[in-house]
Protein backbone atom coordinates (compact mmCIF):
# COMPACT_ATOMS: atom_id res chain seq x y z
CA UNK A 1 0.00 0.00 0.00
CA UNK A 2 1.18 3.39 -1.03
CA UNK A 3 2.09 5.80 1.96
CA UNK A 4 0.44 9.09 1.54
CA UNK A 5 2.30 12.16 1.51
CA UNK A 6 1.87 15.12 3.58
CA UNK A 7 1.83 18.42 2.60
CA UNK A 8 3.30 19.83 5.53
CA UNK A 9 6.85 19.60 6.84
CA UNK A 10 6.92 17.43 10.48
CA UNK A 11 8.83 15.98 12.73
CA UNK A 12 8.30 12.30 13.51
CA UNK A 13 9.73 9.69 15.27
CA UNK A 14 11.88 7.33 13.35
CA UNK A 15 9.57 4.11 11.87
CA UNK A 16 6.52 6.31 13.50
CA UNK A 17 3.54 7.00 10.48
CA UNK A 18 3.27 10.30 9.23
CA UNK A 19 0.71 12.46 10.15
CA UNK A 20 -1.54 13.24 7.56
CA UNK A 21 -1.72 16.99 6.50
CA UNK A 22 -4.78 18.55 6.53
CA UNK A 23 -3.94 21.09 4.21
CA UNK A 24 -5.71 21.02 0.21
CA UNK A 25 -2.37 19.43 -0.84
CA UNK A 26 -1.90 16.39 1.88
CA UNK A 27 -6.13 15.47 1.11
CA UNK A 28 -5.60 15.61 -2.27
CA UNK A 29 -2.46 13.44 -2.05
CA UNK A 30 -4.58 11.26 -0.29
CA UNK A 31 -7.33 10.65 -2.39
CA UNK A 32 -5.04 10.68 -5.74
CA UNK A 33 -3.75 8.01 -4.05
CA UNK A 34 -6.78 5.86 -3.45
CA UNK A 35 -7.63 6.44 -7.41
CA UNK A 36 -4.68 5.16 -7.94
CA UNK A 37 -5.31 2.16 -5.93
CA UNK A 38 -8.52 1.35 -7.23
CA UNK A 39 -10.58 2.33 -3.83
CA UNK A 40 -14.11 2.61 -4.28
CA UNK A 41 -14.51 4.68 -0.69
CA UNK A 42 -12.12 6.52 1.74
CA UNK A 43 -12.58 6.41 5.40
CA UNK A 44 -11.73 9.48 7.71
CA UNK A 45 -12.77 8.84 11.82
CA UNK A 46 -10.47 9.95 15.46
CA UNK A 47 -8.47 7.35 16.38
CA UNK A 48 -8.18 5.70 13.15
CA UNK A 49 -5.42 5.82 10.19
CA UNK A 50 -6.96 6.82 7.24
CA UNK A 51 -8.99 3.84 5.50
CA UNK A 52 -9.46 2.59 2.09
CA UNK A 53 -11.67 0.06 0.83
CA UNK A 54 -10.34 -1.89 -2.72
CA UNK A 55 -12.45 -4.81 -3.79
CA UNK A 56 -14.32 -4.85 -0.79
CA UNK A 57 -11.96 -5.02 1.79
CA UNK A 58 -10.84 -1.90 4.55
CA UNK A 59 -7.15 -1.48 4.65
CA UNK A 60 -5.16 1.14 6.16
CA UNK A 61 -3.06 3.73 4.76
CA UNK A 62 0.99 3.79 6.52
CA UNK A 63 -0.52 7.22 8.24
CA UNK A 64 -0.89 8.07 11.87
CA UNK A 65 -4.52 7.64 13.55
CA UNK A 66 -5.92 10.93 13.11
CA UNK A 67 -7.25 13.15 15.62
CA UNK A 68 -11.02 14.63 16.32
CA UNK A 69 -9.44 18.26 15.03
CA UNK A 70 -7.48 16.30 11.86
CA UNK A 71 -11.40 14.93 10.39
CA UNK A 72 -12.64 18.72 11.79
CA UNK A 73 -9.93 19.99 9.33
CA UNK A 74 -10.65 17.85 6.64
CA UNK A 75 -13.98 18.69 6.75
CA UNK A 76 -13.10 22.64 6.14
CA UNK A 77 -11.20 21.66 3.06
CA UNK A 78 -13.51 19.61 1.47
CA UNK A 79 -16.86 20.91 2.10
CA UNK A 80 -18.35 23.17 -1.06
CA UNK A 81 -18.86 26.83 -0.71
CA UNK A 82 -22.76 26.29 -0.80
CA UNK A 83 -22.21 24.48 3.01
CA UNK A 84 -19.60 26.90 3.79
CA UNK A 85 -22.33 28.97 6.40
CA UNK A 86 -22.74 25.70 8.28
CA UNK A 87 -20.20 25.42 11.77
CA UNK A 88 -18.09 21.95 11.64
CA UNK A 89 -19.20 21.93 15.25
CA UNK A 90 -23.48 21.58 14.35
CA UNK A 91 -23.19 19.30 11.62
CA UNK A 92 -24.79 15.92 12.29
CA UNK A 93 -25.04 14.21 8.91
CA UNK A 94 -24.33 15.80 6.02
CA UNK A 95 -24.08 15.07 2.13
CA UNK A 96 -22.14 16.67 -0.48
CA UNK A 97 -19.86 15.93 -3.92
CA UNK A 98 -16.95 17.53 -5.42
CA UNK A 99 -14.15 17.41 -8.32
CA UNK A 100 -10.54 17.38 -7.82
CA UNK A 101 -9.26 18.10 -11.82
CA UNK A 102 -6.72 15.44 -13.01
CA UNK A 103 -7.91 12.88 -10.25
CA UNK A 104 -11.93 12.50 -10.55
CA UNK A 105 -15.08 12.95 -8.91
CA UNK A 106 -16.36 11.85 -5.16
CA UNK A 107 -19.19 11.89 -2.75
CA UNK A 108 -18.68 12.67 1.04
CA UNK A 109 -20.83 11.69 3.70
CA UNK A 110 -20.20 13.56 7.25
CA UNK A 111 -21.67 12.45 10.52
CA UNK A 112 -20.89 12.88 13.49
CA UNK A 113 -19.85 10.07 15.77
CA UNK A 114 -18.73 9.85 19.39
CA UNK A 115 -18.82 13.65 19.60
CA UNK A 116 -16.06 14.09 16.85
CA UNK A 117 -16.74 14.54 12.98
CA UNK A 118 -15.84 11.63 10.68
CA UNK A 119 -16.22 11.25 6.80
CA UNK A 120 -16.80 8.59 4.09
CA UNK A 121 -15.72 9.02 0.47
CA UNK A 122 -17.19 7.64 -2.38
CA UNK A 123 -14.79 7.19 -5.74
CA UNK A 124 -17.04 8.19 -8.35
CA UNK A 125 -15.49 6.80 -11.66
CA UNK A 126 -15.31 9.44 -14.75
CA UNK A 127 -16.65 7.28 -17.00
CA UNK A 128 -19.51 5.23 -16.74
CA UNK A 129 -19.32 1.93 -16.97
CA UNK A 130 -21.03 -0.15 -20.15
CA UNK A 131 -23.70 -3.44 -19.37
CA UNK A 132 -20.79 -5.44 -20.06
CA UNK A 133 -18.05 -4.11 -17.61
CA UNK A 134 -21.08 -4.27 -15.15
CA UNK A 135 -22.14 -7.99 -15.37
CA UNK A 136 -25.57 -7.13 -15.49
CA UNK A 137 -28.24 -9.08 -16.33
CA UNK A 138 -29.14 -8.65 -20.27
CA UNK A 139 -32.65 -7.54 -19.43
CA UNK A 140 -31.80 -4.42 -17.90
CA UNK A 141 -30.83 -2.39 -21.31
CA UNK A 142 -34.41 -2.51 -22.35
CA UNK A 143 -35.57 -1.21 -19.66
CA UNK A 144 -33.55 2.22 -20.91
CA UNK A 145 -36.56 2.16 -23.63
CA UNK A 146 -39.88 1.92 -21.77
CA UNK A 147 -41.36 5.66 -22.37
CA UNK A 148 -43.59 5.96 -19.42
CA UNK A 149 -44.09 4.20 -15.57
CA UNK A 150 -41.75 3.74 -12.71
CA UNK A 151 -38.31 1.89 -12.80
CA UNK A 152 -36.86 0.83 -9.45
CA UNK A 153 -32.93 -0.07 -8.48
CA UNK A 154 -32.41 -1.30 -5.16
CA UNK A 155 -30.14 -2.43 -2.65
CA UNK A 156 -27.89 -1.53 0.52
CA UNK A 157 -25.88 1.19 0.57
CA UNK A 158 -22.46 0.66 -1.47
CA UNK A 159 -24.58 -2.04 -3.28
CA UNK A 160 -24.27 -0.54 -6.50
CA UNK A 161 -27.74 1.29 -7.30
CA UNK A 162 -25.70 5.14 -7.96
CA UNK A 163 -24.05 3.45 -10.47
CA UNK A 164 -26.47 1.27 -12.34
CA UNK A 165 -29.03 4.29 -12.14
CA UNK A 166 -26.33 6.18 -14.47
CA UNK A 167 -25.58 3.52 -16.80
CA UNK A 168 -29.49 3.36 -17.43
CA UNK A 169 -29.80 7.06 -18.31
CA UNK A 170 -26.42 6.59 -20.33
CA UNK A 171 -28.31 4.06 -22.35
CA UNK A 172 -31.27 7.23 -22.69
CA UNK A 173 -28.43 9.59 -23.63
CA UNK A 174 -26.75 7.21 -26.25
CA UNK A 175 -30.04 5.69 -28.10
CA UNK A 176 -32.84 8.58 -27.91
CA UNK A 177 -33.60 12.21 -28.32
CA UNK A 178 -35.74 12.99 -24.23
CA UNK A 179 -35.29 15.58 -22.13
CA UNK A 180 -34.12 14.11 -18.97
CA UNK A 181 -34.42 15.77 -15.36
CA UNK A 182 -32.50 14.01 -12.56
CA UNK A 183 -32.53 14.88 -9.14
CA UNK A 184 -29.83 14.02 -7.29
CA UNK A 185 -28.56 14.56 -3.27
CA UNK A 186 -25.79 15.26 -4.37
CA UNK A 187 -24.56 14.81 -7.79
CA UNK A 188 -22.57 12.07 -8.79
CA UNK A 189 -21.85 10.91 -12.39
CA UNK A 190 -22.05 14.53 -14.96
CA UNK A 191 -23.71 13.42 -18.17
CA UNK A 192 -22.40 15.07 -21.54
CA UNK A 193 -25.57 15.74 -23.58
CA UNK A 194 -25.83 13.03 -26.87
CA UNK A 195 -28.88 12.36 -28.09
CA UNK A 196 -30.53 13.71 -25.03
CA UNK A 197 -30.82 16.46 -23.17
CA UNK A 198 -29.91 16.28 -20.06
CA UNK A 199 -30.62 18.38 -16.94
CA UNK A 200 -28.78 17.71 -13.43
CA UNK A 201 -30.31 19.44 -10.01
CA UNK A 202 -28.66 18.94 -6.74
CA UNK A 203 -30.48 18.83 -3.57
CA UNK A 204 -29.25 22.25 -1.63
CA UNK A 205 -27.84 24.13 -4.30
CA UNK A 206 -30.32 23.49 -7.17
CA UNK A 207 -33.42 23.15 -5.38
CA UNK A 208 -34.46 22.62 -1.42
CA UNK A 209 -35.31 19.14 -1.69
CA UNK A 210 -36.87 16.15 -3.13
CA UNK A 211 -40.60 17.10 -2.60
CA UNK A 212 -39.86 20.83 -3.90
CA UNK A 213 -38.11 19.84 -7.13
CA UNK A 214 -40.63 17.08 -8.08
CA UNK A 215 -43.22 19.93 -7.49
CA UNK A 216 -41.78 21.78 -10.73
CA UNK A 217 -40.30 19.31 -12.65
CA UNK A 218 -43.48 18.70 -14.23
CA UNK A 219 -43.52 21.80 -15.41
CA UNK A 220 -40.15 21.09 -16.94
CA UNK A 221 -40.84 19.30 -20.07
CA UNK A 222 -39.34 16.29 -19.37
CA UNK A 223 -39.81 12.39 -20.69
CA UNK A 224 -37.42 10.65 -18.28
CA UNK A 225 -37.33 11.94 -14.38
CA UNK A 226 -33.92 10.50 -12.52
CA UNK A 227 -35.08 10.52 -8.44
CA UNK A 228 -31.70 10.03 -6.39
CA UNK A 229 -34.10 7.89 -3.40
CA UNK A 230 -37.67 7.75 -2.61
CA UNK A 231 -37.28 8.90 0.90
CA UNK A 232 -40.76 9.81 2.22
CA UNK A 233 -44.53 9.59 1.27
CA UNK A 234 -44.88 12.79 -0.59
CA UNK A 235 -41.78 12.07 -2.67
CA UNK A 236 -43.29 8.87 -3.68
CA UNK A 237 -46.70 10.51 -4.39
CA UNK A 238 -45.26 12.52 -6.86
CA UNK A 239 -43.41 9.88 -8.53
CA UNK A 240 -46.22 7.83 -8.97
CA UNK A 241 -48.24 10.89 -10.58
CA UNK A 242 -45.34 11.51 -12.96
CA UNK A 243 -45.07 8.08 -13.82
CA UNK A 244 -49.03 7.95 -14.18
CA UNK A 245 -48.72 11.26 -16.30
CA UNK A 246 -46.85 9.21 -19.32
CA UNK A 247 -43.43 9.80 -17.40
CA UNK A 248 -40.61 7.62 -16.76
CA UNK A 249 -39.68 7.69 -13.75
CA UNK A 250 -36.28 5.90 -12.55
CA UNK A 251 -35.02 5.85 -8.72
CA UNK A 252 -33.67 4.22 -5.79
CA UNK A 253 -34.98 2.65 -3.06
CA UNK A 254 -32.69 0.79 0.14
CA UNK A 255 -34.36 -2.38 0.32
CA UNK A 256 -33.04 -5.73 -0.28
CA UNK A 257 -35.33 -7.82 -2.75
CA UNK A 258 -38.22 -6.61 -4.96
CA UNK A 259 -41.07 -8.13 -2.14
CA UNK A 260 -39.53 -6.02 0.18
CA UNK A 261 -39.38 -2.91 -2.04
CA UNK A 262 -43.13 -3.29 -3.08
CA UNK A 263 -43.89 -3.76 0.70
CA UNK A 264 -41.57 -0.75 1.51
CA UNK A 265 -43.36 1.51 -0.66
CA UNK A 266 -46.97 0.90 0.49
CA UNK A 267 -46.14 0.75 4.19
CA UNK A 268 -45.17 4.47 4.47
CA UNK A 269 -48.85 4.87 3.80
CA UNK A 270 -51.66 5.12 6.59
CA UNK A 271 -53.70 1.86 6.35
CA UNK A 272 -57.07 4.01 4.56
CA UNK A 273 -54.64 4.55 1.79
CA UNK A 274 -52.89 1.15 1.31
CA UNK A 275 -55.74 -0.19 -1.48
CA UNK A 276 -55.84 3.03 -3.19
CA UNK A 277 -51.79 3.00 -3.49
CA UNK A 278 -51.81 -0.58 -4.37
CA UNK A 279 -53.39 -0.10 -7.18
CA UNK A 280 -51.63 2.84 -8.69
CA UNK A 281 -48.25 1.23 -8.08
CA UNK A 282 -49.55 -1.96 -9.89
CA UNK A 283 -50.43 0.05 -12.82
CA UNK A 284 -47.19 2.16 -13.05
CA UNK A 285 -44.48 -0.10 -11.46
CA UNK A 286 -42.26 -1.50 -14.80
CA UNK A 287 -39.67 -2.93 -13.15
CA UNK A 288 -37.60 -3.23 -9.56
CA UNK A 289 -33.94 -4.12 -10.16
CA UNK A 290 -32.51 -5.22 -6.65
CA UNK A 291 -28.71 -5.79 -5.89
CA UNK A 292 -25.95 -6.90 -3.92
CA UNK A 293 -22.11 -7.00 -4.88
CA UNK A 294 -20.19 -10.33 -3.76
CA UNK A 295 -16.15 -11.02 -3.96
CA UNK A 296 -15.15 -12.32 -7.24
CA UNK A 297 -13.25 -15.61 -6.99
CA UNK A 298 -10.83 -14.65 -9.17
CA UNK A 299 -10.03 -12.00 -6.16
CA UNK A 300 -10.38 -9.20 -8.96
CA UNK A 301 -13.03 -6.65 -7.42
CA UNK A 302 -16.65 -7.69 -7.00
CA UNK A 303 -19.61 -8.85 -8.99
CA UNK A 304 -23.51 -8.28 -8.77
CA UNK A 305 -25.82 -10.48 -7.77
CA UNK A 306 -29.22 -9.04 -9.20
CA UNK A 307 -32.66 -10.14 -8.80
CA UNK A 308 -35.21 -8.36 -11.45
CA UNK A 309 -38.74 -8.32 -11.14
CA UNK A 310 -40.67 -7.20 -14.66
CA UNK A 311 -44.52 -6.03 -13.99
CA UNK A 312 -45.97 -8.60 -16.19
CA UNK A 313 -49.58 -9.31 -15.57
CA UNK A 314 -49.39 -11.69 -12.81
CA UNK A 315 -46.76 -9.42 -10.95
CA UNK A 316 -49.41 -6.63 -10.49
CA UNK A 317 -52.28 -8.81 -9.55
CA UNK A 318 -49.87 -9.85 -6.69
CA UNK A 319 -49.10 -5.98 -5.87
CA UNK A 320 -53.34 -5.11 -5.83
CA UNK A 321 -54.40 -8.39 -3.63
CA UNK A 322 -52.56 -7.56 -0.12
CA UNK A 323 -52.51 -11.11 0.32
CA UNK A 324 -51.13 -12.30 -2.57
CA UNK A 325 -47.77 -9.94 -2.01
CA UNK A 326 -45.81 -13.18 -0.62
CA UNK A 327 -46.08 -15.19 -4.34
CA UNK A 328 -44.39 -12.26 -6.14
CA UNK A 329 -40.94 -14.00 -5.62
CA UNK A 330 -42.33 -17.25 -6.49
CA UNK A 331 -43.71 -15.49 -10.17
CA UNK A 332 -39.95 -14.01 -10.25
CA UNK A 333 -38.54 -17.20 -10.69
CA UNK A 334 -40.95 -18.84 -13.22
CA UNK A 335 -40.72 -15.51 -15.40
CA UNK A 336 -37.22 -16.46 -16.78
CA UNK A 337 -39.29 -15.58 -20.23
CA UNK A 338 -39.63 -12.35 -19.49
CA UNK A 339 -36.36 -11.40 -18.48
CA UNK A 340 -37.24 -12.12 -14.37
CA UNK A 341 -34.85 -13.51 -11.60
CA UNK A 342 -34.36 -14.30 -8.40
CA UNK A 343 -31.64 -13.51 -6.40
CA UNK A 344 -30.81 -17.58 -5.77
CA UNK A 345 -31.72 -18.07 -9.73
CA UNK A 346 -28.58 -15.65 -10.20
CA UNK A 347 -26.58 -16.58 -7.72
CA UNK A 348 -26.31 -20.45 -9.00
CA UNK A 349 -25.86 -19.05 -12.56
CA UNK A 350 -22.39 -17.13 -10.86
CA UNK A 351 -21.58 -20.35 -8.97
CA UNK A 352 -21.71 -21.71 -12.33
CA UNK A 353 -19.97 -19.95 -14.54
CA UNK A 354 -17.22 -19.96 -11.82
CA UNK A 355 -16.98 -16.31 -10.76
CA UNK A 356 -18.44 -16.63 -6.95
CA UNK A 357 -17.69 -19.29 -4.38
CA UNK A 358 -19.86 -21.64 -2.94
CA UNK A 359 -19.68 -20.04 0.85
CA UNK A 360 -20.49 -16.26 -0.95
CA UNK A 361 -23.55 -17.71 -2.90
CA UNK A 362 -24.83 -19.47 0.19
CA UNK A 363 -24.17 -16.38 2.14
CA UNK A 364 -26.15 -13.87 -0.07
CA UNK A 365 -28.99 -16.45 -0.57
CA UNK A 366 -32.02 -15.36 -0.29
CA UNK A 367 -32.82 -19.31 0.93
CA UNK A 368 -29.81 -20.55 1.41
CA UNK A 369 -31.52 -24.18 1.84
CA UNK A 370 -33.00 -24.16 -0.83
CA UNK A 371 -29.66 -22.98 -3.57
CA UNK A 372 -27.52 -25.80 -1.32
CA UNK A 373 -29.99 -28.14 -2.98
CA UNK A 374 -29.62 -27.20 -6.00
CA UNK A 375 -26.11 -26.98 -6.05
CA UNK A 376 -25.85 -30.89 -4.83
CA UNK A 377 -28.37 -31.87 -7.58
CA UNK A 378 -26.81 -30.23 -10.23
CA UNK A 379 -30.25 -28.34 -10.94
CA UNK A 380 -30.16 -25.05 -13.51
CA UNK A 381 -31.87 -21.62 -12.89
CA UNK A 382 -35.39 -22.78 -14.36
CA UNK A 383 -35.13 -25.62 -11.30
CA UNK A 384 -35.64 -23.08 -8.93
CA UNK A 385 -38.84 -21.76 -9.16
CA UNK A 386 -39.86 -25.76 -8.28
CA UNK A 387 -37.42 -25.94 -5.83
CA UNK A 388 -38.05 -23.30 -4.14
CA UNK A 389 -41.71 -24.60 -3.69
CA UNK A 390 -41.14 -28.15 -2.66
CA UNK A 391 -38.19 -27.13 0.06
CA UNK A 392 -39.25 -23.79 1.31
CA UNK A 393 -40.15 -25.46 4.86
CA UNK A 394 -36.75 -26.80 5.15
CA UNK A 395 -35.43 -25.55 8.87
CA UNK A 396 -31.81 -24.11 9.35
CA UNK A 397 -31.50 -27.10 11.58
CA UNK A 398 -32.09 -29.48 8.47
CA UNK A 399 -30.24 -27.47 6.27
CA UNK A 400 -27.13 -27.33 8.80
CA UNK A 401 -27.36 -30.80 9.12
CA UNK A 402 -27.64 -31.46 5.54
CA UNK A 403 -24.77 -29.43 4.43
CA UNK A 404 -22.41 -31.42 7.52
CA UNK A 405 -23.47 -34.61 5.27
CA UNK A 406 -21.66 -33.12 2.38
Known sequence: MREAVSGEARQTPPGAPEPVSTDQAGITQILRTAVQEGASDLHFKASEPVLIRI???????????????????????????HLSQVPAS???????????????????????????????????????????????????PKLADERRGLILVTGTTGSGKSTTLAAVINQINHSRTAHVVTIEDPIEFLFLNKKSSIVQREIGVDTANFASALRSVLRQDPDVIMIGEMRDTETIDIALKAAETGHLVISTAHTTDAAKTVQRLLAVFSPSEQAMMRMRLAESLRAVVSQRLLPRLDGKGVIPAVEVMVAMRAIQECIRDEGRTQELTEHIAKGRHYGMQTFDQHLLQLLQQGLVSKDVALSAATSPADLDLQIRVGGGNEDMAIERTDYGSMTEEEFAAQRSEG
Open 90 to 140: EVQELDFSFALAGIGRFRVNAFRQRGSLALVIRVIPNRIPDWKELNLPAAL
Open 55 to 81: KGSLLPLKVARLTPDATEKIFEVLRPR
